[in-house]
């Protein structure tokens, strides 16, 4: 009975400890489970915005809805200053200053410089998160829209994308993206500094045969340089050499694609009634 009685504040002893071990164990656990499902939220809910960005960007691209470009833009400053080394976000605004440049260069060729200006610096930030072909192909085509609106810097904005694009295509030349933006300069360029029509529509016709084919590796690339596109650039090609039917018949194919498709429904339908 003594030892029994002796024993039994050990026991006690032993028994709360293990409460207390027990109860520690129990917080940590719990913590290390918050903390677990506060990160999968957190990246669930980021591939979420990505993704409905993704979307949205992809319904605007083909319009000149600047309203609606200019409020997925917003979205994709929100998407960055959260995510500030996301690849896609960079390269998503990119674009949109893109498209917001391209719809008003006909009305303020100054806030469209800007916006190719700033979707360069969009596009360079992209590439140093992920070096692709496709980002240096958009610096191509933004120096391209630059030169384009800088008589005076025509030649050295030409230059630069003259390098961007032939960068790009060493890294990816069988990639209907590099291919669209190469051709385009090519069927601008006077052949004099190295364009040349021929060419471009090879190229853009070989764009049509890379769609056939394509598989969609990256869930987050963008739609643009699909069919529709190519027709309509075919068709910007057909006005460039004054192919009157040949160019209806590319923007109703574009058209057929995408209804509301603001470059040929605006500024190559302005392009073809100019030709006598």
Not at 79 to 89: K, M, Q, R
Not at 108 to 118: P, Q, S
Not at 123 to 144: C, E, P, Q, R, T
Not at 206 to 212: A, E, F, M, P
């Amino acid at each position: 009975m003594k030892n029994a009685k002796l024993l039994k504040p050990d026991y006690i002893y032993f028994f709360i400890s293990e409460l207390v071990r027990i109860r520690k164990s129990c917080l940590i656990l719990s913590g290390a489970v918050i903390i677990l499902i506060f990160n999968f939220g957190s990246a669930y809910s980021d591939e979420i915005q990505l993704s409905n960005l993704r979307d949205s960007v992809n319904k605007y691209y083909y319009t000149f809805d600047i309203k609606n470009l200019k409020n997925t833009l917003k979205l994709s400053e929100k998407f960055i200053s959260g995510n500030p080394d996301n690849y896609y976000g960079y390269y998503y605004n990119g674009i949109l200053r893109y498209c917001l440049g391209r719809v008003v260069y006909n009305i303020d060729r100054d806030i469209a410089y800007d916006y190719f200006d700033e979707s360069i610096d969009m596009f360079d930030k992209a590439y140093s998160i992920k070096n692709n072909a496709v980002s240096l192909a958009m610096v191509s085509a933004a120096y391209g829209k630059k030169s384009a609106l800088s008589p005076i810097s025509a030649i050295f904005f030409g230059q630069k994308a003259k390098n961007r694009i032939f960068e790009a295509f060493n890294l990816d030349s069988n990639n209907s993206k590099i291919l669209l933006v190469a051709a385009t300069h090519l069927m601008h360029v006077p052949g004099i500094y190295g364009g040349d029509k021929k060419k471009a529509r090879r190229m853009l016709e070989k764009c049509l045969s890379i769609n056939k084919s394509k598989e969609i590796k990256d869930e987050y690339e963008l739609r643009w340089a699909d069919n529709a596109e190519i027709y309509a650039y075919l068709a910007q090609l057909d006005i460039l050499e004054e192919d009157i039917v040949s160019a209806r018949s590319n923007m109703k194919k574009a058209l057929e694609l995408q209804p509301n498709y603001g470059f040929v429904k605006i500024d190559l339908e302005k392009q073809l009634s100019k030709i006598k």
